[in-house]
């Protein structure tokens, strides 16, 4: 088992800030294209520090065993949003969406199909 690093968890507070700043510039201004680059910029260093740790733990395991079995869950479907649930009148019944929610941005923050396609790079030139 690996506890992955939670990326984007921490940097979500940062990442709000920074994408309100870009609603409050006026569209189109300099300003605003600036802001949005920062939030780009932000993004980035999210993804370049998952595949660093990416890297880092798909060579630790091809070092440390010889066979390695993968599961392919199939991350499309475990974060789809719920289905909406109704009564017999028609009127919506809580679906457990706000903890859906939340367990798929943790699936996606881990970034399985990410570290699958980088082991099995590793595996294939050693």
């Not at 939670?6 to 979500?12: G, L, N, S």
Request: glycine share 8%; proline share 4%.
């Amino acid at each position: 088992m690996i506890e992955h690093p939670h990326y984007y968890r921490k940097a979500q507070k940062t990442l709000e800030m920074r994408q309100q700043s870009v609603s409050r510039k006026k569209r189109g201004s300099h300003r605003r294209v600036r802001a949005g680059k920062l939030v780009g910029k932000a993004h980035l260093k999210i993804a370049r520090q998952r595949r660093d740790f990416h890297h880092k733990a798909s060579r630790e395991l091809v070092n440390r065993y010889q066979v390695i079995v993968f599961e392919d869950p199939q991350i499309g479907n475990l974060t789809k949003k719920p289905k909406p649930k109704q009564d017999e009148k028609g009127t919506s019944l809580p679906n457990g969406a706000a903890a859906k929610g939340g367990l798929n941005t943790s699936i996606l923050d881990a970034g399985w199909g990410n570290f699958v396609q980088l082991f099995s790079s590793k595996v294939s030139i050693d």
